[in-house]
């Protein structure tokens, strides 16, 4: 970045799947491609999703065909060019009265005809005893049986991490901790920004062609930088989730909630051997990097699991819990934040500042190809329909937490021969180990045990209470790998142990 100033066809604000995505379409296309983010990859939005690849069966609902059926498309490029982190996955709609059977089968076939040629298992009734056998912690009291169909699921700042190394594979540059403050003009026009290193305080000028603002939450308040009078198109809606034991769903499937007390679809699903249940959608009006389930969200959680499954959740059963911020788009200031499109925008300033809104991650390819076509690049066509990203393989690799990995396997095998102790458990209750740490700081440009035990690893949702009890061992292989002090471990260890204390059940 500091050698190359005033050289970047694109400038992409924005760490997170929708910067991500158009960065990695612009390399592909050959553009020199500059990506800067103030925090980590994938800290806000973009790591806190119901960790699914799907066309969205809720927007049937609505009507809303197109965005269903780009979906369902862009599902199946991602489980072809990213099979280590995107897999099919079993759903079963249980029905409990006569008339949701064929209710659901409707929709359920529907679903099966958007998808066309790109479905992955044609929907199917179940009966009451094969629902139990998929589910069998199901409630059993008026069960009648169930449909099973196919989605995606993934893992989410994996993905985002993925992306960062295929930027960088593709010639470009991808750099976290790096918060534009102000932007660089010529006769009106934004030619760059003043990015400044968050880590050093440094500040650099960076030229470039195009300026990407890929914010999410944080969209309006980059275009206010460019113009102070610009109208807001952003709304935040909050989406929480619960981190329970796997004992709690121990079978090969997930399970859809149909509808829940505010009409939304809620799932339970089995992630990293774990039972994660989500979500919500709650208008909110400030905008944060670290934001916090409400209480109210975690009764609501633990109220419509506990009414589907045979052991009911409590709050004490809870291992982590979440939330994220979608940035949606405005329509008629909709108070409903759930009947807002999660399609995305593209608006292009007087300036020629190109902000890209709404959206989500299973259609994070095609908003990047939109954006890029929208800065005027529309002359080399689009390759990422067909890119493996960084670390394919051909078979994805086996359900574990090493799938993510892919093809960097070897070599992080080989990594943990350097030192016997790198192989050894972080902690009982997690799946990771210490040589994993070291393999973040190396090769996934991992700066804060946060980074590492939140994103590299996804220890922080899938365990609060380890995740703090690990941090000092992180910190410490952490400070050996890149050169710091005492004074930086404590203050590092005193940092996440105060984060993790917040995914644990919110106090009344």
């Known amino acids: 970045m500091r050698e190359s100033p005033g050289d970047w066809d694109f400038l992409v604000i924005g760490g997170g799947a929708t910067g991500l995505g158009a960065a990695v ?32 069966l809720r927007y049937l609902r609505r009507w809303d065909f197109h965005l269903v059926r780009e979906s369902l498309r862009e599902r199946e490029l991602l489980l072809r060019n990213a099979p280590h982190l995107v897999r099919p996955l079993s759903f079963i709609v249980p029905h409990y009265a006569w008339w949701e059977r064929p209710y659901y089968g409707a929709g359920l076939k529907l679903y099966d005809l958007l998808a066309g040629q790109f479905r992955l298992n044609g929907s199917k009734r179940n009966s009451r005893e094969e629902v139990l056998e998929h589910l069998p912690t199901l409630q059993p009291n008026g069960l009648r049986g169930g449909i099973r169909y196919f989605d995606g699921q993934f893992d989410d700042a994996r993905l985002a991490i993925c992306l960062a190394q295929t930027l960088e594979d593709l010639g470009g540059v991808p750099v976290n901790y790096a918060r534009v403050e102000s932007f660089l003009k010529d006769s009106g026009r934004v030619c760059g920004a003043v990015v400044r290193d968050v880590e050093t305080g440094q500040s650099h000028e960076i030229r470039a062609r195009t300026v990407v603002n890929a914010t999410g939450v944080f969209t309006d308040a980059v275009r206010r930088m460019d113009c102070p009078q610009t109208r807001n198109v952003i709304t935040a809606s909050q989406g929480a989730h619960i981190v329970l034991d796997k004992s709690f769903l121990p079978g090969d499937s997930a399970l859809l909630i149909p509808r829940t007390d505010d009409g939304r679809l809620l799932f339970a699903i089995p992630w990293h051997d774990r039972t994660l249940v989500g979500t919500t959608d709650t208008p909110v009006l400030e905008t944060s990097l670290e934001p916090r389930p409400f209480h109210a969200e975690i009764e609501f959680l633990l109220k419509h699991a506990g009414r589907y499954l045979s052991r009911k959740p409590l709050e004490r059963d809870i291992l982590s819990a979440f939330a994220g911020l979608r940035p949606l788009v405005k329509a008629n200031e909709a108070r409903n934040t759930a009947r807002l499109s999660r399609d995305h925008i593209l608006l292009v300033s007087p300036s020629g500042l190109v902000s890209v809104a709404g959206g989500k991650w299973t259609t994070y390819r095609k908003m990047g190809e939109d954006t890029v076509n929208a800065a005027g690049f529309s002359g080399r066509p689009s390759r990422t329909r067909n890119l493996h990203l960084h670390g394919w393989t051909e078979e994805g690799g086996a359900n574990t937490h090493w799938r993510v990995y892919g093809a960097d396997g070897p070599r992080l095998r080989v990594l943990l021969q350097e030192n016997a102790e790198w192989s050894k458990p972080l902690h009982p209750r997690l799946p ?76 009344v």
């Open 432 to 507: 990771y180990c210490a040589g994993e740490v070291v393999w973040g700081v190396r090769h996934e440009m991992a700066r804060t045990v946060e980074d590492v035990l939140s994103r590299r690893t996804r220890a922080l949702m899938l365990d609060g209470r380890a995740s703090a009890e690990v941090a000092p061992m992180v910190a410490a292989l952490m400070a050996g790998e890149l050169g710091r002090d005492e004074k930086w471990m404590k203050e590092q260890v005193s940092a996440f142990q105060t984060l993790a204390d917040a995914y644990l059940p919110p106090k």
């Open 25 to 56: 379409d612009a390399a592909a296309r050959g553009y020199r491609t500059l990506l800067v983010e103030q925090s980590d990859f994938a800290k806000a939005t973009s790591s806190r999703s119901t960790k699914l690849i799907h066309g969205g």
